[in-house]
């Protein structure tokens, strides 16, 4: 199967600091997105972005797909940013709905 | 437009009994795609099933099995249970399955 590799593992950043996480993946993907994974478990759809760039806010996200990854970038960062952030990509010969999802990185914002 | 709903939040059963997750995704959306979350295996795919047709599936025993009715509710089953499969069960919906997917809350299940 496709691997998700995602960098950092763990993130601590103080309010108001700008930081990049990236994921690398193993195979041509036809979905690529990035969550954020509240303390209580809710997954949160950040960006949908199998290629190219979006912004949203603070957030914003990169997917270079002829070379395999992506880059989600938090701007100015605010305790409620705090949590998991998650990668995950269909395969392109996979479909389906089927996303694998990267290991994650845990960010914690402090005051 | 009201999100993707599972229930129940919260669950605790005993090895070997069976259990029942419900899935109600978002108006219109006609993909819904479960997933399993613990802390040593991560986010994992069960299976994803559109116009209650099953498109896909992941690596898990025959115990774990779903369904998805005409109006795109879907259930899924564990029957027999082990400690091993508390987890946090994830439901997913989207439009077609290879496209935005919105997740509920999840459902908590401890087997005890």
């Known amino acids: 199967g496709i691997q998700v590799e995602q960098s950092p593992p763990d993130l601590i950043l103080q309010e108001g600091a700008n930081s990049t996480l990236r994921c690398n993946f193993s195979?041509?993907?036809?979905?690529l997105q990035w969550f954020h994974q509240n303390p209580w478990g809710q997954l949160i759809n950040l960006f949908y972005?199998?290629?190219g760039t979006k912004q949203n806010g603070r957030l914003s996200a990169t997917t270079v797909a002829t070379e395999r990854y992506s880059l989600l970038y938090i701007s100015s960062s605010q305790t409620t940013d705090s949590g998991v952030y998650f990668c995950?990509?269909?395969?392109?010969?996979?479909?389906?709905?089927?996303?694998?999802f990267g290991a994650g990185t845990q960010v914690v914002v402090t005051p | 437009k009201a999100g993707v709903t599972q229930t129940p939040r919260y669950l605790i059963k005993t090895r070997g009994q069976q259990v029942t997750l419900s899935c109600s995704p978002i108006?219109?959306?006609?993909?819904v795609s479960w997933y399993q979350q613990t802390p040593g295996q991560g986010l994992q795919f069960l299976f994803e099933?559109?116009?209650?047709?099953?498109?896909n599936k992941g690596n898990f025993p025959g115990r774990f099995s779903g369904r998805q009715f005409s109006n795109s509710r879907s259930e899924m089953n564990v029957s027999t249970l082990e400690l091993g499969d508390s987890a946090l069960y994830l439901c997913?919906?989207?439009?077609?399955?290879?496209?935005?997917?919105?997740f509920g809350p999840g459902t908590r299940l401890t087997v005890l």
């Open positions: 099933y559109f116009s209650e047709t099953q498109r």
């Open positions: 995950a990509v269909e395969r392109t010969t996979d479909s389906w709905g089927k996303l694998q």
């Open positions: 195979d041509s993907v036809n979905n």
């Open positions: 108006s219109g959306h006609r993909s």
């Open positions: 997913a919906s989207s439009l077609r399955g290879s496209d935005t997917q919105y």
């Open positions: 972005i199998p290629s």
